[in-house]
């Protein structure tokens, strides 16, 4: 399989193409030439996931390969960063997922940014993007994740700064960018701890050893957690971070700003499920310290209900589907804080994360993608320019239908048999959190089919001055393509493919949690349908009874503000300018002290070398007796 | 005659031609052709270096030569190099090539200031090439002296301040250095034998005693940690970088401030390993506190240089932290820490030189969406920022994982909290690249005047272009010269513990 | 030769701190030159008695005044150059007008 | 140079008295040709001292150099830079006053050490004779000068073209 590294080396070189040529290329031919490259690359991505799903298993397990290992740069005798391909079933999953949506936002760009300025540019920052996201769940060590972290990180800065003269979209890039760093600060640490402790990098070298932190680090504890929780802790602080779990979820509303088809290729099917990876990755070694899984279990909960309440009142139909993106990322984290690798049973919440990143990547991403339709079409992201729509754009309303459908949980569409192994397991583990998980997710279809209504109901659009009129078809392709795969992806047998321990895993609904979650989403869609069919107060009064409630979820809870605070009035009025202003006036001060304590004692006595002969006569005469009559007195 | 020699011969020839040449096209082609050639023999160095160890030469100098120079204090010119002078040499080479380009221009006084800036680069590959602690120094010497007249002449805003603080701070800095130099060398060997200058020699002697390694460590290490801009010595480095013609803070930052790296790790702790050991603790914090508080300084300054400075403050406090680690791996990752903030500063000072050129005004305040006005330099600028703060893929992320994962594999775990704590500047370095990279490049154009400016010309590019390669290359593959530095490092290593 | 060393000495004080007295007192830059003179031969006296009452059979101090005076003669002939040439410029040779290049 | 003791006496007490005298007047008249004419009366006085203790070539280089040189251009130096009769300024009551006392002081203190000081010999033996001078002022062994003599012949070299570079109109 040593060809998959060229699912790796088409990106970067198209990225080098298109980046060193950028304007000397035209446009459409920049486009059409990164398309290429990765439909190329989709093909290779999907013959690898063909044979590796049809291998035979060794003891009821696919095996692993490692195809390509190239020691990069070694550090000590054990510690290497390796750079190369592993793959497994959740890595080949990545890999069809990746390349699949990103294949479909290439074709959708397409028609999207036709016409923008710096097309070219562009394309290679997505080249860019698929390489490092694609070389990120390939990984065969957490070093070589951690580098390509950070350049999905970077990838991710230059997209959503895409249009570098709207100050939004540059405050929102840095934001994105210094969010996730800070937290990837916490995967370095973690990184560090636990390397140190295991003498490895190596997730094969992890995973099968998984007690290697517990007993190599035993007894040293830190503010009464173990050495090994704070490194487990830590590297989910990273995944955290770029997963936009709460509290560090701020960046991600914001990120929107950037193209459309880009929101929909990072920070909706891929690059924000890292996160999940990430724990799934390190899975076996989350396992021996329990305490760290319910960590992740309490802040996914969290994140979910959250993202879920702040959905329901956004206005900005991107910042809606950003918030439902953080509430559905935090499923699937809450799913593996619930999972065990005991059994395979047990394991469930494992593969139901597994599956729900699969659905949730494809129905999301066409969500996006239907939402950049629409903005194509309104110029708006605002709902109150919307309403009525289905009629002007038929297929994006069909589209986005069945996603919304797929989401809020109603079968046969793929959301529904995710989502309900999610329930299934969480429920099983901890009936509190499966009651909470049900209300998420039934907030989760009111605020999808308000988003549905708002924009395709409501109220209809006059269309004087400007009539909204259906996609192209290179944009519309993904859309039904999309639309297709999440029609079917639910009969997918996932848990065959992808199982805690690789077993194969049938499977089953349980009919309790399942009947429960689609009542519950079919009532929460009747009481969108209620509010927002047709245009009415229903809506306002709603909003008036719960003015604070409401205004505190409109603006996200003023978490934002907090941090706003922290960083400008603590960090920068606090601490980068009282040490400016240490550095200039007191340690700087302390120098010219020096220089100037000098000067003063030589301007003083400069007077002295005053040049004047006669003057000096005197002293020299003075200073002679001076020292003769002493001589003498001495003498005496 | 030793190869090595040539990089002091070529220099001084440079010097003669430029000495002889007589308007603009003559005094470039001089530069442009000796510059080339001392990346010629750098490079050629480091392939015969190479092919020395692979041909199973375990020396811990390589081509080394001697020759009497003082007897009464025997004193010698004598040369050598291991893997971290050969980087080094690189570097400074490549800079040396960028920087001629970078001063294109140069106005007035063209050949005087290559002169001078020739004569820096004498001090600088001697510096490099020496083995005797006073030729050392000496050369330590030769190369601090240039940088008064070239920040003095031809720099800009309070150039005469600037000039005089950095060379007085430097100054003082040798003052300490010549005292534990003589210190060094009346305990360089064991009672009744000769003394020496020779730094193996010294080395292999192991001959000063312990209540003296105390005093003579901390005098060597301040003396070439005031030129690594170790806290609280660091001042000098703002306000020189800010004032200095472009070359010169290329040169200065990318090349100068590593002989004070270099030094403290072949002076302080290669000869006094046992006070190296003790007294790390407090460098340790000294150090530290540089790197955090040169970030955060960075935050908050407006004056693209000064960003930059501090900027270096930080960078620099963690090669002199990862030195102190004394451990393989961080000293590796300190050497390629010197090399990668060596290009990506000077390319960082290029580009601020190119864009001052233009806009005449350094403060991020006044300028905004020159991305829509200069894309080259702009587009270039964003990648010495990514190189700045770690980009996995440049030259940064390389040397700075080095040097934390080397530091954290220290047994004590003060160093380990201190590593965590120097980790802690990867954000902050992120947070002020990123401010100034979105108020300078992105956003809406701040000053109409601006829109008239051109794009960079053909040197600028070669000159921007030449550093930025060197500094993916480094982050791309990383492997070869990492070994190289670590392989010259065992013999050290072995001795410090 | 009866006259003890001592009277010769005393005179060659006298002269020399008629020598102080004149330099420290005038200003004119000519009359400080013939203060200097008068001075510079006290010593030669002081050089030759010493040689001549304690060392008679050497001529070290005779010599030395010897070279005293051809150097006296040298520095004269500087002095006095300078001074004409600095009444050239200002028309006066008094030393306190000479500030021109102090600090 | 055989003399009757007293009228060495007395040639000694007459040119103490001019030496004196006229050291001190050179020092403060106020017109500065006087004090020229003053200083010639000095110097030649110290040349006659020369003579008596049997120096006759330091008194007639005494002569030669400083009354017929120095004082040819101190001369013509007055003669260029000031009118005829012209006073110089009188320098202040207290500055004289204090350059009194500090010479009187001076004199005392350099007197009393002089005095005080136990002189060891007094011998007196015969002067040397020219030829030995010139022997000694052109050898090269021990105590002689061939070296700083060549060394103020360049002096005095130097010092004419100074002088000429120096004052010469430009």
């Known amino acids: 399989m040593e060809y998959t590294i060229f699912i790796l080396l088409l990106p970067l070189a198209m990225f080098l193409l298109l980046g060193l040529l950028d304007t000397k290329l035209k446009p459409r031919v920049a486009g059409i030439l990164g398309t290429l490259g990765m439909t190329v690359c989709t093909a290779l991505a999907y013959y690898t996931a063909y044979l590796f799903f049809t291998q035979s298993r060794v003891d009821g397990v696919y095996p692993s390969h490692t195809p390509v290992n190239y020691e990069w740069l070694r550090f000590t005798e054990h510690l290497h960063i390796d750079l190369g391909i592993y793959l497994d079933p959740i890595s080949v999953m990545m890999l069809v997922v990746i390349t699949t949506v990103s294949l479909m936002v290439h074709i959708y760009s397409l028609g999207y940014m036709h016409g923008e300025k710096g097309f070219q540019r562009y394309y290679a920052f997505l080249s860019l993007f698929s390489m490092s996201m694609l070389g990120l769940v390939v990984a065969t060590n957490i070093f070589q994740m951690y580098i390509f972290w950070e350049l999905v990180g970077v990838s991710s800065y230059l997209l959503i700064g895409f249009y570098y003269t709207k100050p939004a979209a540059i405050a929102a890039s840095k934001k994105a960018f210094i969010v996730t760093r800070f937290a990837d600060l916490g995967f370095l640490i973690g990184i560090l701890i636990l390397s140190f402790f295991t003498k490895t990098f190596d997730f094969a070298t992890l995973t099968a050893n998984p007690s290697a932190i517990i007993t190599e680090s035993a007894g040293m504890t830190f503010m009464g957690c173990s050495v090994a929780s704070w490194a487990l802790a830590l590297i989910f602080m990273g995944g955290a971070g770029k997963s936009a779990m709460f509290p560090l979820h701020i960046w991600l509303p914001d990120a929107m700003e950037g193209p459309t088809p880009v929101s929909a290729l990072i920070h909706a099917a891929t690059m924000v499920v890292a996160g999940v990876y990430l724990v799934a990755r390190l899975f076996p070694v989350y396992c021996v310290t329990p305490e760290v899984l319910d960590l992740i279990t309490t802040v996914g909960a969290i994140t979910a209900l959250y993202a879920a309440i702040v959905a329901c009142v956004q206005t900005d139909i991107k910042r809606v589907l950003a918030f439902s993106t953080i509430s559905q990322i935090a499923f699937m984290i809450v799913a593996l804080g619930v999972a065990s690798d005991t059994d395979l049973h047990a394991g469930l919440g494992y593969m139901a994360s597994m599956f729900h990143l699969f659905t949730h990547a494809m129905f999301k991403a066409l969500l996006f993608l239907g939402a950049g339709a629409i903005i194509h079409a309104v110029h708006s992201n605002e709902m109150s320019e919307m309403g009525g729509l289905r009629k002007y754009m038929p297929i994006t309303h069909i589209t986005f239908l069945i996603a919304c459908l797929a989401i809020a949980g109603i079968p046969p569409f793929s959301g529904f048999f995710s989502k309900d192994e999610i329930l299934t397991a969480v429920m099983h583990k901890s009936t509190f959190w499966g009651i909470w998980m049900t209300i998420v997710a039934g907030l989760t279809a009111f605020y999808m089919f308000r988003l549905y209504f708002r924009i395709f109901w409501w109220k209809e659009t006059d269309c004087s001055h400007h009539t909204p009129h259906e996609a192209p078809l290179t944009m519309t392709l993904p859309l039904i393509f999309l639309a297709v795969v999440t029609c079917v992806a639910g009969f997918i047998p996932f848990g065959e493919l992808v199982s805690v321990n690789g077993q194969p895993y049938h499977i089953h609904l349980d009919m309790s949690v399942a009947t429960t979650s689609i009542i519950v989403a079919v009532c929460a869609i009747l009481l969108a349908t209620w509010m927002y069919l047709k245009e009415n107060n229903k809506p306002g009064n709603i909003e008036k009874a719960t003015s604070v409630l409401h205004r505190a979820a409109y603006r996200r809870f003023y978490i934002d503000e907090i941090y706003l605070f922290i960083t400008h009035k603590i960090i920068f009025n606090l601490i980068c300018r009282p040490i400016a202003w240490f550095d200039r006036h007191i340690i700087d001060g302390t120098m010219d002290m020096f220089a100037n304590v000098t000067q003063c004692v030589s301007a003083r006595i400069k007077g002295l070398q005053s040049g004047s002969v006669q003057g000096y006569v005197w002293l020299i005469l003075i200073g002679s007796l001076l020292v003769a009559t002493i001589t003498i007195c001495c003498c005496l | 005659m030793n190869f090595l020699s040539l990089f002091v011969l070529i220099p001084i020839l440079m010097m003669a031609g430029l000495a002889i040449a007589r308007n603009m096209k003559e005094i470039r082609t001089v530069a442009v052709t000796f510059s080339a050639l001392q990346l010629g023999l750098a490079i050629y160095t480091v392939f015969k270096y190479l092919s020395e160890r692979i041909a199973g030469n375990t020396e811990e100098m390589l081509f080394q030569a001697s020759m009497m120079w003082y007897e009464p204090l025997n004193i010698h010119y004598s040369v050598g190099v291991d893997g971290i002078s050969i980087v080094m040499i690189l570097l400074t080479a490549i800079i040396v090539f960028a920087g001629v380009f970078a001063s294109w221009k140069i106005e007035p006084l063209s050949k005087e200031f290559f002169l001078w800036l020739t004569l820096l680069s004498i001090g600088v590959y001697g510096f490099f090439i020496s083995i005797d602690l006073f030729t050392m120094f000496m050369f330590y010497e030769v190369a601090l002296i240039p940088m008064y007249l070239l920040i003095g002449v031809w720099g800009s805003g309070k150039k005469n301040y600037s000039a005089m603080k950095l060379t007085l701070m430097l100054m003082g800095g040798s003052a300490l250095l010549m005292l534990g130099i003589l210190g060094i060398y009346y305990h360089s060997a064991p009672e009744g034998q000769p003394l020496t200058m020779n730094i193996l020699e010294i080395a292999n002697n192991n001959a000063i005693p312990h209540d003296w390694q105390y005093f003579l460590f901390p005098l060597t290490f301040v003396g070439f940690g005031i030129l690594g801009a170790m806290f609280p010595f660091h001042t000098w480095s703002p306000d020189g970088h800010a004032s200095a013609p472009t070359a010169v803070s290329m040169l200065h930052a990318g090349v100068l401030m590593k002989l004070g790296g270099y030094g403290c790790f072949r002076v302080a702790i290669y000869l006094m390993p046992f006070a190296a050991q003790e007294l790390s603790w407090i460098f340790l914090i000294l150090t530290g506190i540089s790197v955090v508080y040169g970030a955060f300084s960075a935050c908050v300054q407006t004056d693209l240089k000064y960003i930059n400075a501090y900027s270096s403050v930080s960078h620099c406090g963690l090669v002199l932290f990862a030195i102190l680690m004394l451990n393989n791996t961080a000293m590796t990752g300190a050497v390629m820490q010197m090399l990668s903030h060596g290009l990506m500063t000077a390319l960082f000072f290029a580009l601020i030189g190119m864009i001052y050129g233009r806009t005449h005004t350094r403060d991020i305040r006044e300028m905004g969406g020159l991305m829509q006005i200069m894309p080259f330099l702009s587009v270039c600028y964003v990648i010495a920022g990514l190189a700045s703060l770690g980009l996995p893929g440049l030259s940064g992320f390389v040397a700075e994982m080095t040097i934390f994962v080397g530091s954290f594999q220290h047994t004590d775990t003060f160093h380990r909290v201190f590593t965590i704590v120097a980790c802690c500047s990867i954000v902050i370095t992120a947070v002020y690249i990123l401010r100034v990279v979105g108020k300078l490049l992105y956003g809406a154009v701040q000053d109409e005047h601006h829109r008239q400016l051109t794009d960079a010309t053909w040197w600028e590019r070669l000159s921007a272009v030449t550093l930025i390669i060197c500094v993916a290359a480094i982050g791309c593959f990383p492997g070869w010269i990492s070994n190289l530095i670590s392989n010259s490092l065992n013999a050290i290593v072995e001795r410090l513990s | ?103 | 140079m055989e003399l009757l003791p007293l009228a060495q006496q007395v040639i000694f007490y007459l040119l103490a008295a001019v030496i004196v005298i006229c050291s001190i007047l050179a020092v403060t008249t106020r017109r500065i040709l006087r004090a020229a004419t003053y200083l010639l009366f000095t110097l030649l006085a110290t040349a006659g001292i020369y003579f008596m203790l049997d120096y006759t070539f330091l008194g007639s280089v005494q002569i030669a150099v400083y009354a017929g040189g120095i004082l040819v251009l101190f001369v013509f130096s007055i003669l260029l830079t000031s009118h005829p009769g012209e006073e110089t300024e009188k320098s202040s009551k207290t500055k004289r006053i204090l350059g009194l006392i500090a010479a009187i002081a001076g004199i005392v203190t350099c007197g009393y050490a002089l005095f005080t000081y136990p002189w060891s010999s007094t011998a007196v033996g015969e002067a040397q004779s020219i030829q030995q001078i010139g022997h000694a002022l052109i050898g090269m062994e021990k105590f002689q000068y061939l070296l700083p003599f060549e060394a103020v012949s360049v002096l005095l070299l130097a010092c004419i073209i100074g002088a000429i570079m120096i004052a010469r109109k430009r």
């Open chain 3, 1 to 103: 030769m009866e006259t003890p060393m001592m009277y010769y000495i005393v005179i060659s004080l006298v002269m020399f701190f008629a020598g102080v007295y004149g330099f420290m007192t005038r200003k004119n830059m000519l009359m400080m030159l013939i203060s200097i003179e008068l001075m510079l031969n006290a010593v030669d006296i002081n050089f030759a008695v010493f040689n001549r009452f304690l060392f008679p059979g050497q001529m070290e101090g005779m010599i030395f005044s010897i070279f005293a005076i051809a150097i006296a003669a040298a520095e004269t002939a500087i002095a006095i150059a300078i001074i004409i040439n600095i009444y050239r410029h200002i028309r006066n040779i008094d030393a306190d007008n000479l500030d021109d290049m102090k600090y």
